[in-house]
């Protein structure tokens, strides 16, 4: 054999065995795949478990940060409460300022006057409001105001969830009916009340309790609580009830 043969012979042997290393290398090249996919998956979870608990310790902070009020209800009991906008209130605060505001209005009698009635509750409504409104609860018709016994009082069938009409205002439906008791009439005269009521918060309650207050004027304060007025009534058939008078 000669020295060529050699060569050709040593050429291919280690050709042959570069092959034969590349054809091993191949299925390690294949199996760094999953094993790279599976890394990554677990660095990303890891991440994700961070950024989790980052959030929470942050949201935690916040709570601490953020100043809560304590409130003492009447019954005795202390709450604390987190803060809230100055011109948020819930619905049922919206609709039981509402309904018992027009009771209040439109309960009357020989030793409740609606006059005095009207110098309580009229608070309640915005200064805009009162003057139109006036004729409404206390009656025009001179015959009523010569009865020596008269009563009135409003029984409320309805009143609406509160409607969002724009920051701190709110729409509200009640449907009630007016009753007016009188000597000659004890069955009552009705007279129905179907309003759109509007209603819009306010920075501070401007009722403040005489020296001596009765019973309605404790019912009128309780109800400024809710820093709230009413500003526009209109009949429930107008559909463009707005916040013009």
């Known amino acids: 054999m000669t020295l060529l043969d050699n060569y050709l012979k040593f050429i291919k042997y280690e050709l042959g065995n570069t092959y034969m290393e590349l054809l091993n290398r191949e299925p390690n090249?294949?199996?760094?795949?999953?094993?790279?996919?599976?890394?990554?998956?677990?660095?990303?979870?890891?991440?994700?478990?961070?950024?989790?608990?980052?959030?929470?310790?942050?949201?935690?902070?916040?709570?601490q940060l953020t100043p809560r009020s304590l409130v003492q209800l009447l019954n005795g009991q202390a709450i604390t409460v987190e803060p809230q906008k100055?011109?948020?209130?819930?619905?049922?605060?919206?609709?039981?300022?509402?309904?018992?505001?027009?009771?209040?209005?439109?309960?009357?009698?020989?030793?409740?006057?609606?006059?005095?009635?009207?110098?309580?509750?009229?608070?309640?409504?915005?200064?805009?409001?009162?003057?139109?409104?006036?004729?409404?609860?206390?009656?025009?018709?001179?015959?009523i105001a010569n009865f020596s016994s008269r009563e009135s009082v409003l029984l409320i069938r309805k009143v609406s969830q509160p409607e969002m009409i724009g920051e701190?205002?709110?729409?509200?439906?009640?449907?009630?009916?007016?009753?007016?008791?009188?000597?000659?009439?004890?069955?009552?005269?009705?007279?129905?009340?179907n309003k759109h009521i509007l209603v819009r918060a306010r920075d501070?309650?401007?009722?403040?309790?005489?020296?001596?207050?009765?019973?309605?004027?404790?019912?009128?304060?309780?109800?400024?609580e809710a820093r709230l007025e009413i500003y526009n009534i209109c009949e429930i058939d107008n559909q463009y009830c707005t916040d013009k008078l």
């Open 86 to 143: 100055s011109a948020s209130r819930s619905p049922q605060t919206i609709r039981r300022f509402v309904g018992e505001t027009m009771t209040l209005m439109f309960t009357w009698s020989q030793q409740q006057t609606p006059q005095t009635v009207w110098q309580v509750s009229s608070e309640l409504l915005s200064s805009g409001l009162r003057h139109k409104f006036q004729s409404e609860v206390i009656p025009d018709d001179g015959r």
């Open 168 to 193: 701190g205002k709110w729409k509200v439906e009640i449907l009630a009916n007016r009753v007016i008791f009188t000597d000659f009439d004890r069955l009552g005269q009705t007279t129905p009340f």
């Open 29 to 63: 090249k294949k199996n760094i795949l999953p094993m790279f996919a599976f890394a990554t998956f677990g660095i990303h979870t890891i991440t994700l478990l961070i950024l989790m608990f980052h959030g929470s310790m942050l949201q935690q902070l916040s709570r």
């Open 204 to 224: 501070t309650p401007e009722i403040s309790l005489p020296q001596s207050p009765v019973s309605w004027n404790l019912a009128a304060y309780r109800l400024a």
